[in-house]
T-cell receptor, first 115, second 112 residues
Framework: GAVVSQHPSRVICKSGTSVKIECRSL??????MFWYRQFPKQSLMLMAT?????????EQGVEKDKFLINHASLTLSTLTVTSAHPEDSSFYIC???????????FGSGTQLSVL | GESVGLHLPTLSVQEGDNSIINCAYS??????FIWYKQESGKGPQFIID???NMDKRQGQRVTVLLNKTVKHLSLQIAATQPGDSAVYFC???????????WGAGTKLIIKP
């Protein structure tokens, strides 16, 4: 069964609105979660590393006020795209690294379309 | 959005033949390497991994080869099936932080 649940799988919103994406670890406690975005025909780009109970670490060029990350529990991290614009349209993916395992597990992704 | 002229390298293979997908990694300090399969509209799916202290690892129908001298990684898929059609990414990381560095991806097309 799925190890990581990402929701919603697809969202269409109007420009200027905010969108929240949830990433849940189902089988184990996840101290660290990663958020990626992916444009068509391109590789994944790491946006930020989310650590439970502390502030997320953002990659260079990623606006922390634009992409709000909350990792309030060991099983849930959320990414909120604030005041979304058409250029924010992308495929957003989370991944989870458990405390004991070595493999990284990925969510099914969220396709965001901003009109 | 999509960059003008950007395209994924493509490998076309006859059904039943073996596929070999290659990847050059960038960081000689990376100590853990992973191959992922990504189908359209879905998240990456783990295929196989290998640590830097190994040069070969086999799974079910898949084999990963690691050549640290030239920083090269390959994925071999035996008896390729239509369900193997996808984009394949290699990723490198350090087990100290698990921040992945992704390869560009290769689109595998299976010819009937």
């Amino acid at each position: 069964g799925a190890v990581v649940s990402q929701h919603p799988s697809r969202v269409i919103c109007k420009s200027g609105t905010s969108v929240k994406i949830e990433c849940r670890s189902l089988d184990f406690q996840a101290t660290t979660m990663f958020w990626y975005r992916q444009f068509p025909k391109q590789s994944l780009m790491l946006m930020a590393t989310s650590n439970e109970g502390s502030k997320a670490t953002y990659e260079q060029g990623v606006e922390k006020d634009k992409f709000l990350i909350n990792h309030a529990s060991l099983t849930l991290s959320t990414l909120t795209v604030t005041s979304a614009h058409p250029e924010d349209s992308s495929f957003y993916i989370c991944s989870v690294h458990g405390t004991g395992g070595e493999k990284l597990f990925f969510g099914s992704g969220t396709q965001l379309s901003v009109l | 959005g999509e960059s003008v002229g950007l395209h994924l390298p493509t490998l076309s293979v006859q059904e039943g033949d073996n596929s070999i997908i290659n990847c050059a990694y960038s960081n000689s300090a990376s100590d853990y390497f992973i191959w992922y399969k990504q189908e359209s509209g879905k998240g990456p799916q783990f295929i196989i991994d290998i640590r830097s202290n190994m040069d070969k690892r086999q799974g079910q129908r898949v084999t990963v080869l690691l050549n640290k001298t030239v920083k090269h990684l390959s994925l071999q898929i035996a008896a390729t099936q239509p369900g193997d059609s996808a984009v394949y990414f290699c990723a490198e990381t350090k087990r100290s932080n698990y921040q992945l560095i992704w390869g560009a991806g290769t689109k595998l097309i299976i010819k009937p």
